[in-house]
Structure formats: C-alpha cells, structure tokens
C-alpha cells in the first residue's frame, strides 16, 4: 500500500486531518508509493509548486526498478510564469536566501500573458522584509507592457530596501482594462515556490564602504562599519583591515 496526501493550510485556520486536499494513492500493488517525497521546485514555470513522489517497489520495465513520479502544483501543465528575483539591470539570477547585488534595490522578472490573447499587462507587486505579513498595503505597479501573442518577458524594479536585510516579495499581472473590458482587474499572486509566502526569499548587500568610514575607523580605531567579508570574495575588508592594526583609541 502506499499514499500521499497534500494539506492546505494557512495562518488563520489550523489544518483538519480529515481525508486531505489532494490525494494520490498506489495505481499498482505493492509499490509502496510515497516511500519519498519531495519539492520540485517549479518544474513549468506557471507559478505553482510542484511535488516528487517516489515508489521504490514499482515496476516498469524490470523487477521492482521503483519509479520516481513529477506531480504538476496547478494539477495540469500549464503556460509558464516564470517569477524571478534577479540582480539590479535584470542581468544574473538571485538564487532562493541569495544576495542582491545592491544595498537597495533587486529586480523581479515574470512572463506577461492576458487571459484574452494580446493586450498590454504590467507586474504589480508587493513586497515585505522578513518579519512582516503580506497585507496588500504598498502594492505597487510596473509599466505596461505587449504581452504579445505568445507572452512577453517583464521585468521591475524593488527600490528603496534597507541594506543587509532579508525580504520576500509576491507578483501578479495587471491588465489593461481598456483593452478588453471583460478581463479581469489582476491575476492570482504568485512567487518563487521554492519556499513558503512568509519566508525570506533573498537578503540586500550591505552597505558600501565609504572614505568616510575608513578615515573614521583610522582616526578613532573604533567601530566595525562592515561585516569580515561583505562582498564575500574571501578577503578582509578595508575597515576591518585598519581596525585590526590599529589598537582601540589610537
């Protein structure tokens, strides 16, 4: 025998154990389905998590080889989204707890679609630093773009972030209700599904270090105005450099 079982749950509710929200059990006899599970990521790119089952005892084409199955989040293969944090110019991705590139900025990139074919979309987004909920206070809104007959690639920028601090954000379309009145005001909010909606999602880089603080660290000897390694490219750096020479008060 063997089973799995897909629970939702959120913030407000606590989660009945009853019989389960999705439910997947062994097609075949004995082939302990379920033995493993893990996340997929996002597998297609539409914005929805995706799930691995294992069934160690399955057979396919020899004796009990196992099988390992990919179960699609939106139940189906749907068109990709693509959500993507990225570094400011929209050049490198951030991979998921990463670091930005910037002290105050990040970019966030995301396939544009309408429901009714060609019409012009924007991103709208929300974003928060770790220890705040989404509460659909300062969403803010990209410009518009054509999303074209297949989709178009949008990118944004999130600005005016604190350095060293650890955020997560969320995305949606906006459509252009002028194009085509029957469309919805926005689609459904997605991110990157490699974590939870209140889980941090990437860190800014700290500050930079400017003159000011290395004549203050070499005046006082005081202070420590970044981290060993900020920049993490395996070097002291410079005021940390001075104030381990030079002694406290000197």
Not at 53 to 78: A, K, Q
Not at 90 to 118: H, K, V, W, Y
């Amino acid at each position: 025998m063997g089973e799995v079982r897909v629970y939702y749950g959120n913030v407000n509710n606590p989660i009945s154990y009853s019989g389960g929200d999705w439910v997947k059990s062994n097609i075949k006899t004995n082939m302990k389905m379920g033995y493993s599970v893990a996340s997929a990521g996002d597998i297609n790119g539409d914005g929805y998590a995706d799930i691995l089952v294992g069934s160690p005892m399955e057979t396919r084409t020899t004796n009990e080889e196992g099988h390992v199955s990919l179960y699609y989040g939106n139940g189906i293969r749907g068109a990709a989204l693509a959500p993507r944090q990225l570094n400011t110019g929209a050049t490198n991705p951030i991979a998921p707890l990463g670091m930005s590139d910037n002290a105050g900025a990040f970019d966030i990139e995301m396939i544009g679609r309408t429901p009714a074919g060609r019409g012009r979309v924007a991103l709208q987004y929300e974003y928060k630093n770790l220890h705040s909920l989404y509460d659909g206070h300062w969403i803010q809104d990209g410009t518009w773009y054509d999303s074209g007959l297949t989709g178009t690639k949008m990118a944004t920028q999130i600005v005016s972030l604190t350095p060293s601090m650890n955020y997560h954000w969320r995305v949606r379309h906006k459509y252009n209700l002028s194009d085509n009145p029957f469309n919805p005001p926005t689609g459904r909010w997605v991110h990157i599904p490699w974590n939870g909606w209140n889980e941090s999602d990437l860190k800014t880089h700290p500050r930079a270090i400017t003159m000011n603080d290395i004549i203050h660290c070499i005046l006082t000897g005081t202070g420590y105005v970044s981290d060993m390694d900020r920049n993490q490219d395996g070097k002291l750096d410079v005021s940390d450099a001075v104030h381990t020479m030079l002694p406290v008060g000197r």
